[in-house]
């Protein structure tokens, strides 16, 4: 079963408008939790991260908003480009699962021109 | 800056045939990964080790070896490729110091099995 779940599996939105990706998870363990971003022919690159003790994280137009009660958590990108146009991966990891990383099955944006 | 290279980049493969896939890095991370990538399942980890000399297995092992001959490079072997092992497989790094690891990915290899 996944740990981690992502939704939609595609988004399409318009330039300028806010992308809300959303991840959601089952194992109280994990701690932190990382968002890849990754272009067609390339690997996935680190692109914002949280920690469990926080509830909300920025960086420049991206957002990550968390809520540990619910295992829900979601990226939101403001002002979308469509340099953003790519696939995002929600991934989790734990202490006890000696932190190795578990990936969700990741959202592909395409933001419009 | 960090670096996995990953080779080949593309590989036709057949059935029953043996495929190794090489991944090198120049980052001297300790712990070292391989993924594969599917539609609707993202990156599920096969193999992983975190050093020289070390092999664990990850989620999906089955049908995979792995070999860490050294620092930088770790290699996926398949002794008898099959079919269901057509996909994009992902090598990574990262540091063992840190608690909460940034991976450090290559650009992938295509893998079709015929």
């Known amino acids: 079963q996944q740990q981690v779940r992502q939704s939609p599996q595609s988004l399409t939105v318009w330039e300028g408008e806010t992308a809300i990706l959303n991840c959601s998870y089952e194992?109280?363990?994990?701690?932190?939790f990382p968002w890849y971003q990754q272009f067609p022919g390339e690997g996935p690159a680190l692109l914002i991260s949280?920690?469990?003790?926080?509830d909300k994280k920025e960086d420049g137009r991206f957002t990550i908003f968390f809520n540990k009660r619910e295992k829900k958590l979601s990226l939101h990108i403001a002002d979308s480009q469509p340099g953003d146009s790519a696939t995002y991966f929600c991934a989790a990891s734990a202490k006890a699962g000696g932190y190795k990383v578990v990936f969700g099955s990741g959202t592909r944006l395409l933001v419009s021109p | 800056e960090a670096a996995v290279t990953q080779s080949p980049r593309n590989k036709v493969a057949v059935t029953g045939g043996k495929v190794t896939l090489s991944c090198n890095q120049t980052?001297?991370?300790?712990?070292m990964y391989w993924y594969r990538q599917d539609t609707g399942h993202g990156l599920r980890l096969i193999h992983y080790s975190y050093g020289a000399g070390s092999t664990e297995k990850g989620d999906i092992p089955d049908g995979y070896k792995a070999s860490r001959p050294s620092q930088e490079n770790f290699s996926l072997i398949l002794e008898l490729a099959t079919p269901s092992q057509t996909s994009v497989y992902f090598c990574?790094?990262?540091?063992?110091?840190?608690?909460?690891?940034?991976?450090?990915f290559g650009h992938g290899t295509k893998l079709s099995v015929l």
């Open positions: 990574a790094s990262g540091d063992a110091r840190e608690a909460n690891e940034r991976l450090f």
């Open positions: 949280i920690l469990s003790v926080s």
């Open positions: 980052n001297n991370h300790n712990n």
């Open positions: 194992n109280s363990a994990f701690d932190y």
